[in-house]
Antibody, heavy 117, light 107 residues
């Protein structure tokens, strides 16, 4: 069974960089698309971007200037970096694996990141 | 960006009822429409993919239909564990976008 686990600092200061890792177990990151999604407290879901295991990426234009998604097949994990954060970036951040048609079949449990001084 | 609009935003129903949630896309998305269920404090769970495909392990009381711009999620014979929030999502083109959510409440 594929499992995803997000990890990283739960508190980030304004203007700094948010860095998260998604560790995948029970399967390889190779051969799949992987997305990051976020959800502000009490609000809806926002797609951040995806990476194909080969390194191809696509980002939400609303975040594109600040986002980098990368993957490490040797460590079987994905990374998310979001620069110049503000309070508006406070959210639960999820990673997810795509299935055919682009839907998100497997999700991590999510990690709450709060942006505050 | 393709806008996804769900209706209703909230819905009250009773155990055993049949309910339908609608999702409308701002342009045609063929059948690239997915439905998720999210319980408080949990990650979303995929229910339906490409409009009508039932994800493995999801009870058969969940069904999806539609194509183009109009889609529905139906739940026949509601169970207590079904009272939570549902989201639609289009994966026809990036940026992938979600509906605002439908909160299904027990009457």
């Amino acid at each position: 069974q594929v499992q995803l686990q997000e990890s990283g600092p739960g508190l980030v200061k304004p203007s700094e960089t948010l860095s998260l890792t998604c560790t995948v177990s029970g399967g390889s990151i190779s051969g799949y698309y992987w997305s990051w999604i976020r959800q502000p407290p009490g609000k809806g879901l926002e797609w951040i971007g995806y990476i194909y295991y080969s390194g191809n990426t696509d980002y939400n234009p609303s975040l594109k200037s600040r986002v980098t998604i990368s993957g490490d097949t040797s460590k079987n994990h994905l990374s998310l970096k979001l620069t110049s954060v503000s309070a508006a970036d406070t959210a639960v951040y999820y990673c997810a694996r795509h299935r055919s048609g682009g839907s998100f079949e497997y999700w991590g449990q999510g990690t709450l990141v709060t942006v505050s001084s | 960006d393709i806008q996804m609009t769900q209706s209703p935003s909230s819905l009250s129903a009773s155990v055993g009822d049949r309910v339908t949630i609608t999702c409308r896309a701002s342009q045609s998305i063929s059948n690239y429409l997915n439905w998720y269920q999210q319980k408080p404090g949990e990650a979303p769970k995929l229910l339906i993919y490409v409009a009508s495909g039932l994800q493995s392990g999801v009870p058969s009381r969940f069904s999806g239909s539609g194509s183009g711009t109009d889609f529905t999620l139906s739940i026949s014979s509601l169970q207590p564990e079904d009272f939570t929030t549902y989201y639609c999502q289009q994966t026809y083109s990036t940026p992938y976008t979600f509906g605002q959510g439908t909160n299904l409440e027990i009457k």
